[in-house]
């Protein structure tokens, strides 16, 4: 099976060397950018088969890149990556194109998962941070 080729967007460096870092193994990371008019242009020249994507960005928020996004290229699967565990933005991103919806004090655990899964045609949610056991 190929590897999915995927385009990072956050607006924190040093998260985006992180998640390039823990995604290298499985992936191909084909580009990164720091803002959402940046994602939007990087997405159509590139043409990733996954978008790992920050809600809040400067310039286009999230939101408004993966709408503009999945309007040019129907096929890609956009990961939210979030700092909120909120079932209001989770909601808000479905409406928006996501295939996932992974929160940020998960993703060291839940982001090669769940673009494993996009990869495969399903959705991933982050289980909630709210229902840890210990």
Known sequence: MTRPRVLLADDHVFLLAAMAKLLTPEC???GQVSDGRALVTAAELLKPDVIVIDISMPILNGFEAGRQIKDRLPGVK???LTLYDDRDLMAEAFRAGASAYVVKGRAGSELRLAIREVWQGRTFVTRPLSIERH
């Open 28 to 30: 191909d990371v084909i």
């Open 78 to 80: 956009l990961v939210f």
